[in-house]
Nanobody, 131 residues
């Protein structure tokens, strides 16, 4: 069973930056996409950013960003290292939550932000942004 391990969370002030990293323990044979999801206290887990990790995307953007992340967050991948990163800039208190890395099967671009498409999940890393 492939495991995903997140790192890079922490406590920061509003306006600062963080980089989250996620490493898969081995090659993800059963996945074509990876993403970051956030769960704030008392709220459902929501998609923040997603990316295809192979060439299966037949159309549409290769990456997905939630509206709240556009222009501030950047997702990237390194297939050789089985890792994805999430660069988060200009953080806001509303970005606070547990960030989960996930891997899954995404048949099209819009699915990148759909948590039901993901079947492998990490344990999560806490991000706290204070004003």
């Amino acid at each position: 069973q492939v495991e995903l391990v997140e790192s890079g969370g922490g406590s920061v002030q509003a306006g600062e930056s963080l980089r989250l990293s996620c490493k898969a323990s081995s090659y993800l044979y059963t996945a074509n996409c990876m993403g970051w999801f956030r769960q704030a206290p008392g709220k459902e887990r929501e998609g923040v950013a997603g990316i295809f990790i192979d060439t299966s995307n037949t159309g549409g953007p290769n990456e997905y960003y939630a509206d709240s992340a556009k222009g501030r967050f950047t997702i990237s991948r390194d297939n050789a290292k089985n890792t994805i990163d999430l660069h988060m800039n200009t953080l806001e208190p509303t970005d606070t939550g547990i960030y989960y890395c996930a891997a899954g099967r995404c048949p099209f671009s819009l699915a990148l932000g759909d948590r039901t498409r993901y079947h492998i999940w990490g344990q999560g890393t806490q991000v706290a942004v204070s004003s």
